[in-house]
């Protein structure tokens, strides 16, 4: 059982005596008694930590305990992993500039945050006898996020929709 895994005895909490004692520097000061070891801790300013409790005897650690739950919870959250997903924007072939800005801009975000974004045009009617005004529109898409994302599937019509994927780069 690793210290992380676990809450830790600290400073009266701690109940065998004698205790294997590490200074701050990591110098191992010896076996002493309870009372000792706590007065060299709070003499320092700081905790004692119970890291060893299976030992015989127990080892105990001079240290600053809410620095050291800090950075170990800041070395669990940097351990975790970002789930890529898929987010979508879709559009129309007669969407207004200002729409479509608005629309790259949120994408951009997407990329930035590490997702995939799957851009989609989609037509409507006889929207379908223009499809490359749709294609237009992609096109524009496109060069507007290339600086941030790379193209993982080109352009496909799929019947009434027109869709491609991009990756963060």
Known sequence: MTIETR????NEQIRSSPVRVIGVDGKQLGILPIEQALALAREAELDLVEVGPLER??????MDYGKFKYEQRKRQHRAQTHQVKIKEIRVRPRTGKHDLEVKINRAREFLQDKDKVLVTVQFKGRELAHVEE?????????????????????PANQGKRLVCLLAPK
Do not use: F, K, N, T
């Open 57 to 62: 005897p127990p080892v105990c650690r001079i």
């Open 7 to 10: 809450s830790q005895r600290v």
């Open 134 to 154: 749709g294609q237009r529109v992609m096109a524009e898409i496109l060069q507007a996020l290339e600086d941030v994302g790379r193209l993982e599937s080109p």
